[in-house]
């Protein structure tokens, strides 16, 4: 009886259950009507479509749990616990143009147990994106007539995933969070939507911060009308505190922010919201515009207005991902993958690899609170992405930063390590190791790979920083084989730890997140099994 009430609901502590009712009626097939003649008038529908190619191209279903899989190599027991990886993966043929980052979410999963390794692979369960001004306008028209229940949800949910309060979160920056429950065997299943009883009514970051020290999540979003950024704070019990509006002059697109243990970090960089440009130029709705200052707020983390927000100038420049960032005397130091000149159509369907409207170069960028004044060095060669640090540092210093090589755009050819502690050789033209670059792991020809997560060995901060693995999943495009590979953080030898061979290819995708058994696995389970399995029996029992 507790069970049916809740599905009535529709909501379990704060989790709204996804029970969309889309119309079908005549209003429905009008509109269908008139975006299909759109299409036609508009659309040269015989332009390649290059991320719906190769493997970048979508699986076509979903895979139920693969168990006992080929393993080359040992699984450390630090590695119990499930891999997930999410990025874009469209259940359908998009009507008209395809951008990279508008496909419907799709989890890859690797459970490993006790040097057992098993695949599964879900979509994100939520409703489909679209993008281009007048395909947005027409899913707002659907939505405002009722033909399109826009209640739960309207992201793709394809972009991240973190842990936090028992819950592993799914997260795209145009919608709010999805939670996904982990299974013993490592299945996945949406439970539904997160709006915190109700107190987020606005989108999430893909990139929300967790302080390891105080369990606290702190995230953001970015929005097309004022306040253009909303700064939140949830405790590590789950309760979201009141909006903090952040003032901008223009709507921007702020992809990552960071935190220190006293400070939030706000980007306000060019990436601009054009709709104009958007029609005249055939471009997508945000545009570069590299005539403006990039400014970075520095904000007291737990402030409840922007009044002691201080702001910083730095030459032009566009920030996708941030390692770290930390408090050093006076200064605010943030670790970070620049872009000079960034061009998101560089990923829509149509328009061919250039990598070098896409070069990110490592820099450090320091805000000094009591001069005002901001600096910054370079501390890689392009391209690097996906940086990645052990997180029991977040917020806090620390030495190594490990990240992505980018051959050509989204196309991962190796990882590699870098030691802040040591000073970038000065004359470089390319990423090699010597210097500041302690170690790169080359994938080989043909073979691409994508976000390399951290794991420690032992959890907190009592042994060396670097004493861990990165794991990541590989595609080999010769074989059309896809691997899962484990390498040791510390040497960064060439020779896996471990490979595990995956029953059926996995397309190239986004940012990726280990749940450990250890910690977060057991608490997810048993958090899912208390709150969401009452009254219900079977055979997927958890913790």
């Known amino acids: 009886m507790m069970e049916v009430e809740k599905q009535q609901d529709h909501r379990d502590g704060g989790v709204v259950l996804i029970d969309p009712k889309p119309q079908k009626g005549l209003t429905s097939r009008l509109i269908d009507f008139v975006e299909s ?173 967790i302080d390891p020290l105080t369990g606290e999540m702190f995230t953001f979003c970015y929005a097309h009308t004022p306040p253009y950024i909303t700064y939140r704070v949830i405790s590590k019990d789950g309760f979201m505190h009141d909006p903090v509006p952040i003032t901008v002059s223009e709507p921007i697109m702020m992809h990552d922010f960071a935190i220190t243990e006293n400070y939030a970090i706000f980007l306000d960089l060019p990436l601009c919201f054009k709709p104009k440009e958007m029609v005249k130029e055939k471009k997508l709705i945000f545009s570069f515009d590299e005539t403006k200052k990039s400014r970075f707020g520095v904000l007291p983390r737990y ?32 670790i970070t993958c620049r872009i000079e000149k960034p061009d998101l159509d560089m990923v829509s369907g149509n328009i061919k690899e250039k990598l070098e409207n896409f070069g990110n170069e490592l820099y450090e960028m320091r805000f000094n609170m009591k001069t005002g004044l901001a600096s910054q060095r370079k501390l890689s060669e392009g391209s690097v992405d996906f940086p990645r640090v052990n997180e029991n540092y977040t917020g806090r210093k620390q030495r190594y930063v490990y990240g992505t090589i980018l051959d050509n755009i989204a196309k991962v050819k190796g990882v590699i390590k870098f030691d802040l502690h040591a000073t970038p050789e000065a004359g470089k033209t390319e990423l090699e190791v010597g210097g500041n670059v302690k170690g790169i792991v080359d994938l080989g020809p043909g073979r691409f790979g994508s976000e390399a997560v951290f794991v420690p060995c032992v959890p907190g901060t009592t042994s060396e920083e670097d004493d861990g693995y990165l794991i990541f999943f590989m595609h080999d495009e010769e074989t059309g084989k896809s691997y899962v590979n484990v390498i040791d953080a510390k040497t960064m030898s060439s020779d896996p730890v471990a490979v595990i061979e995956l029953p059926h290819r996995v397309p190239y995708g986004f940012h990726a997140f280990f749940v450990t058994e250890l910690g977060n696995f057991k608490r997810v389970l048993k958090r899912c099994s208390r709150t969401f399995l009452i009254g219900l029996s079977g055979d997927d029992h958890d913790f």
């Open 37 to 209: 003649l759109i299409v036609k008038w508009m659309y040269d529908t015989s332009k390649p479509q290059h991320y719906l190619s190769g493997n970048f191209g979508p699986v076509s279903d979903e895979t139920p749990p693969v168990a006992n899989l080929p393993v080359k190599g040992h699984l450390p027991d630090c590695l119990n616990g499930e891999f997930v990886r999410v990025g874009p993966n469209p259940k359908f043929s998009p009507v008209a143009g395809y951008h990279w980052f508008d496909g419907d979410g799709m989890i890859h999963g690797l459970r490993i147990k006790d040097g057992k390794a098993t695949y599964v692979s879900r979509y994100i369960g939520d409703l489909k994106g679209l993008f281009g001004l007048i395909m947005v306008n027409m899913q707002i028209l659907r939505a405002k007539l009722k033909v399109l229940d826009m209640s739960y949800g309207n992201g793709t949910g394809n972009t991240n995933l973190i842990f936090h309060h028992g819950k592993l979160l799914a997260l795209q920056e145009a919608d709010k969070p999805y939670v996904v429950k982990v299974m013993e065997d490592g299945d996945l299943q949406t439970l539904g939507m997160l709006d915190y009883d109700k107190r987020l009514q606005h989108n999430f970051t893909a990139h929300p911060k």
């Open 303 to 334: 402030a409840k207005d922007e009044l002691l927000i201080r702001w910083f100038e730095l030459p032009t420049c566009f920030i996708f991902h941030n390692a770290n960032a930390w408090e050093e005397g006076d200064d605010v130091v943030l």
